[in-house]
Nanobody, 113 residues
């Protein structure tokens, strides 16, 4: 079992920035798939950004040019700039290792207009 610890969510005004972090408790943990998803009440969880091996990044169209995903050893980060009210959601990190999927506990991001 891999424990993931998320941090960095909060309340910010539109146009502001936040940086989310997700770190595996095991410092030797490595994954070939690390990503961020988000979910609002009543809707399905959706992909925000993912980074795979060889640092191939993928972004949802709604966040391209504003969000940047990066990774470092056992951590994955999401830099969110130019935030909009529609970015309000609970953000979850997701990692896959040895064909097993792990989710973080979620962190609330609220963007006020």
């Amino acid at each position: 079992q891999v424990q993931l610890v998320e941090s960095g969510g909060g309340l910010v005004q539109a146009g502001g920035s936040l940086r989310l972090s997700c770190t595996a408790a095991d410092p030797t943990f490595r994954s070939n798939y690390m990503g961020w998803y988000r979910q609002v009440p009543g809707k399905q969880r959706e992909l925000v950004a993912v980074v795979r091996n060889r640092n191939t990044n993928e972004y949802a169209d709604s966040v391209k040019g504003r969000f940047t995903i990066s990774r470092d050893k056992n951590s994955v980060y999401l830099q969110m700039n130019s935030l909009k009210p529609e970015d309000t959601a609970v953000y979850y990190c997701k990692v896959v290792a040895n064909w097993v999927t792990y989710w973080g506990q979620g962190t609330q991001v609220t963007v006020s207009s």
